[in-house]
């Protein structure tokens, strides 16, 4: 039985996200440190870290998501045929250059909301 609809853009948005959170937690928590409340910092700090972890799937996964989404796209009736040696380019690279991820991941799902009315509706 065939999906009749591709979730895999819900990891996307998440690849995209994730380290927005991670970088605004770790802002918050080295200025509480920094501001004199150790306490306060620490506690963070072990937030921080259980929150860094399973953010880190979705950017792990974001690769995998753009291919297999990319993938669905191509077998649908919209106009948008993504190319995707560019886009897993850009998840893999995204490893390596800072915001590349972002920048790949808010692309992708540009494309894909102007020729899909949702992306739920594809």
């Not at 399973?54 to 649908?76: H, I, M, R």
């Not at 800072?98 to 790949?104: D, F, G, K, R, V």
């Amino acid at each position: 039985m065939e999906n009749s609809r591709s979730l895999w853009w819900y990891v996307i948005l998440a690849g995209v996200a994730a380290p927005v959170v991670l970088y605004v937690l770790i802002f918050i928590t080295g200025g509480a440190v920094v501001f004199g409340y150790i306490h306060f910092g620490m506690v963070l700090f072990d937030m921080l870290l259980l929150v860094g972890v399973v953010l880190f799937f979705p950017v792990l996964l974001f690769p995998l998501a753009l291919y297999f989404d990319g993938k669905y796209l191509q077998n649908t009736d919209i106009e948008w045929e993504p190319n995707m040696i560019w886009y897993i380019f850009g998840g893999v690279a995204g490893f390596v250059v800072p915001l590349l991820h972002q920048i790949t991941g808010i692309l992708y799902l540009y494309n894909r909301r102007k020729f899909a009315s949702r992306p739920d509706d594809v």
